[in-house]
C-alpha cells in the first residue's frame, strides 16, 4: 500500500517536472520569437527611413536643387547627415529627412560619369543600407530644351493660321491656306515635364481688406494676408521691394480694373510673390507691373473658377495656376509666361502672350488673330482665323533665369538611374 503510494508521488513529481520543462520551453520560444519579431520590425523601419533618403537625393538630383560636390574617381563623401545619426553634415536643410529618423546619404564616384548614392537608415540597432548608382550627361540647358513647339496630341491649323518654328505633334492637319514654317516632327512625345506645384504661405500678418479708387493710392505690405483689395477707376496699388529678398503677399480676392494699376516699386532686385486665393479679376486697361521685369513678378493663383485677361489688360510677369481654364482675349497682353496644368487655354481676339505657355495637359487654342510669340509645351494645338504662333526671336536669354527658378525642365547635369541594390 505505501509503495503504491511512493510511486504515485514519483508520476506527479515527474509530470510536473515534464509540465515545468514545456512550459520553459514555451517561455523561451515566445521570448525569441518576439524578439525577432521585434528586431524584424525595427530593420523594416530602418529600410523605409534608407530608402526615403535614396528618394530625396534621386529627386534632388533629377531636378537640380541638389548639386554634388566635385570629387574625383574613388573619392566618397557625406551628401547629408543628420544629428540622429551622429555627427550632423548638411548640405542641405532637410526636415522631412529629420522626421523619419536617423540617416546618412554619401556619395561615390565610380568613374568620370557615373557616381553611386548610398543610403543608411537606422532604428534602435538595426541598420540598413540600400544604393542605386546614376549616368551623368551635361544638360542641354533651356535653350535647347525648348528647341520646338512640343504638343503631345494633335495640331490642327485652319483658315490661315500659321506656326513659325520647329513644332513636334501626334498628327497633324492643316487646311485652308494654314502653313507650318518649320519642322514637323510627327510622333515625337512630350518630354516629362512637370505639373506646377505651389501652395498658400504661412505665418503672414492679417490686414483685412483694402480699396482703391479715382486716383487715390495705396501700398501692399510684404509679408500679410489681405481679404479683399479692389483697385478701380484710374487707383494705383503699390509693392515695395526694397532689397534682394523676395516679398510675399496673399490676397483672398483681388481686383484690378478701369484704368487701375498694380506697380512694384523700390530699387530691390527681390521678386514679388503675389497669391491669390479665391478670385483674380483684371480688366478694362488693368496695368499689372506694366513695366517690370518678367520674372520679378509671379502671381499663383490658387483659386477654382476660370481665369480671363480681357479688354487691354497689360501684364508683365508670370502667372502660375493650378487646373481651371485660361482665356486672354481682347487686346489683353501678357509679357511673360503661362505656367499652368489646366485642361484649356485659350488666346482669342488680338490678344497677344510673349513669352513661354507651359500648359503640358492643355488643349491651346489661337484663334481669331490671337498671338504667342515665344514656345507653346501642351496637350493639343488647334489654331484658326489668322492666330499666330511664333517661336521668340533672339533665344530665350531673357527668359532663362525666371523659368530655371521655377525647376520645370531640367538644366545642368542630367543623371539616368539604374542599379539599385539592398544591402
Given amino acids: 500500500m505505501h509503495s503504491q503510494k511512493g510511486s504515485a508521488l514519483v508520476l506527479v513529481m515527474l509530470t510536473v517536472a515534464a509540465l515545468l520543462i514545456v512550459g520553459v520551453s514555451l517561455v523561451a520560444a515566445s521570448t525569441v520569437e518576439y524578439r525577432s519579431s521585434v528586431n524584424h520590425g525595427h530593420s523594416t523601419q530602418a529600410f523605409f527611413v534608407a530608402e526615403a533618403g535614396l528618394n530625396w ?162 501700398s501692399l505690405l510684404a509679408s500679410s494676408r489681405y481679404t479683399d483689395v479692389t483697385v478701380e477707376n484710374d487707383g494705383v496699388l503699390m509693392i515695395n521691394v526694397p532689397d534682394a529678398n523676395d516679398v510675399v503677399i496673399v490676397v483672398r480676392n483681388l481686383s484690378i480694373r478701369n484704368d487701375a494699376r498694380l506697380n512694384r516699386t523700390g530699387t530691390g532686385t527681390g521678386r514679388v510673390l503675389l497669391h491669390v486665393e479665391q478670385t483674380l479679376t483684371l480688366s478694362n486697361d488693368a496695368f499689372l507691373n506694366e513695366s517690370g521685369h518678367i520674372e520679378r513678378m509671379i502671381v499663383y493663383y490658387h483659386g477654382t473658377a476660370s481665369l480671363t485677361l480681357g479688354n487691354d489688360v497689360r501684364l508683365t510677369g508670370i502667372i502660375v495656376t493650378n487646373n481651371v481654364p485660361i482665356t486672354l482675349e481682347n487686346d489683353a497682353v501678357l509679357k511673360g509666361h503661362v505656367i499652368t496644368g489646366a485642361a484649356n487655354v485659350t488666346l482669342r481676339n488680338d490678344a497677344r502672350l510673349t513669352g513661354i505657355l507651359y500648359a503640358p495637359l492643355a488643349r491651346v487654342d489661337v484663334k481669331n488673330d490671337g498671338r504667342i510669340d515665344g514656345m507653346v509645351i501642351g496637350s493639343s494645338l488647334f489654331m484658326d482665323n489668322d492666330g499666330r504662333l511664333n517661336r521668340a526671336t533672339g533665344g530665350f536669354a531673357s527668359f532663362q533665369s525666371s523659368v530655371m527658378a521655377l525647376g520645370l525642365w531640367p538644366t545642368g547635369t542630367n543623371y539616368s538611374f539604374h542599379t539599385w541594390a539592398n544591402r
Fill in 57 to 218: 537625393a534621386r529627386l534632388g538630383l533629377r531636378s537640380g536643387t541638389i548639386a554634388l560636390p566635385t570629387i574625383v574617381v574613388g573619392q566618397e563623401v557625406v551628401l547629408y547627415r543628420n544629428a540622429a545619426f551622429g555627427t550632423p553634415v548638411v548640405g542641405l536643410p532637410v526636415a522631412s529627412l529629420d522626421a523619419i529618423g536617423p540617416i546618412e546619404v554619401r556619395v561615390r564616384r565610380l568613374t568620370s560619369t557615373r557616381v553611386e548614392i548610398t543610403t543608411q537608415g537606422r532604428q534602435f540597432q538595426a541598420l540598413r543600407t540600400v544604393a542605386i548608382q546614376a549616368d551623368e550627361t551635361a544638360g542641354a540647358g533651356v535653350e535647347a530644351a525648348l528647341a520646338r513647339h512640343q504638343v503631345n496630341g494633335q495640331v490642327r491649323l485652319v483658315n490661315d493660321a500659321i506656326v513659325n518654328g520647329d513644332i513636334s505633334g501626334l498628327a497633324f492637319e492643316l487646311r485652308n491656306e494654314a502653313a507650318i514654317n518649320g519642322a514637323r516632327i510627327v510622333g515625337s512625345p512630350l518630354a516629362a515635364f512637370a505639373r506646377p506645384v505651389f501652395s498658400l504661405p504661412t505665418s503672414l500678418s492679417q490686414r483685412g481688406a483694402l480699396t482703391v479708387r479715382d486716383e487715390g493710392t495705396a
